[in-house]
């Protein structure tokens, strides 16, 4: 089955830099990426996504890249925020099996003030 | 408002017990999960209803038992549960098709 790696597992950044959380997956069968902020005492909440015939996206301070070649999706958040200090997880689904995401580890973002 | 509710928010049962975590969604999805979130692992799927038929049962023990009535709502009953089943419990749902899913903000459960 497909195995999603995060890394890194903990990231500190100053507020107002760029944080990049990257991710790897095994099948190449997986087509869609979601990436998942969780906030403290809350479910993950889908911050961005990208399908595998993309190589970018943006919302606002929030972009995703993935390189279908080298089978790694990154995540980049940019002017950081203290508000941004979470946890993030990754995850891969495929189109044979739409149901099923794999996750990744998840990342714990600290931006300090 | 996550469009997903999960109660209750906490609970804490001995092993003996049995109880049942309930959730609801209210955006018209056609396809609920169970998760099982432990410190420092991943998301681990437990099962997964289509249209109320389950299609996926991650060889999860007997001791969890879901239901799921209709499209909106699933339910996870416990019974003689073991410490190391204490985790919060996420539910979530989704569309058909290769969509994201949806996550309701869990049952923190403790096992005595």
């Known amino acids: 089955g497909e195995n999603v790696e995060q890394h890194p597992s903990t990231l500190s950044v100053q507020e107002g830099d760029s944080a990049v959380i990257k991710c790897t997956y095994s099948?190449?069968?997986?087509?869609?990426f979601p990436w998942y902020k969780q906030e403290l005492g809350k479910g993950p909440q889908l911050i961005i996504d990208?399908?595998?015939?993309?190589g970018e996206k943006k919302d606002q301070r929030i972009a995703v890249t993935l390189n279908k070649t080298a089978k790694h999706f990154s995540l980049h958040i940019t002017e950081t925020q203290p508000e941004d200090s979470a946890v993030y997880f990754c995850?891969?689904?495929?189109?044979?099996?739409?149901?099923?995401?794999?996750f990744g580890s998840g990342t714990k973002l600290n931006v300090k003030p | 408002e996550t469009g997903v509710t999960q109660t209750p928010r906490h609970l804490v049962m001995g092993m003996t017990n049995k109880k049942s975590l309930k959730c609801e969604q209210h955006?018209?999805?056609?396809?609920m999960y169970w998760y099982k979130q432990s410190a420092k692992k991943p998301l681990e799927l437990m099962f997964v209803?289509?249209?109320?038929?389950?299609?996926e049962n991650n060889s999860v023990p007997s001791r969890f038992s879901p239901e799921c009535p209709n499209s909106s709502h699933l339910f996870l009953h416990l019974h003689t549960l073991q410490p190391e089943d204490s985790a919060l419990y996420l539910c979530?749902?989704?569309?058909?098709?290769?969509?994201?899913?949806?996550f309701g903000d869990g049952t923190r459960l403790s096992i005595l």
């Open positions: 979530a749902s989704s569309q058909e098709g290769v969509q994201p899913q949806h």
């Open positions: 099948d190449s069968a997986s087509n869609y």
């Open positions: 995850a891969a689904s495929m189109r044979d099996n739409f149901n099923k995401f794999y």
């Open positions: 955006l018209g999805h056609n396809a």
């Open positions: 990208i399908r595998s015939n993309v």
């Open positions: 209803y289509n249209f109320k038929e389950q299609t």
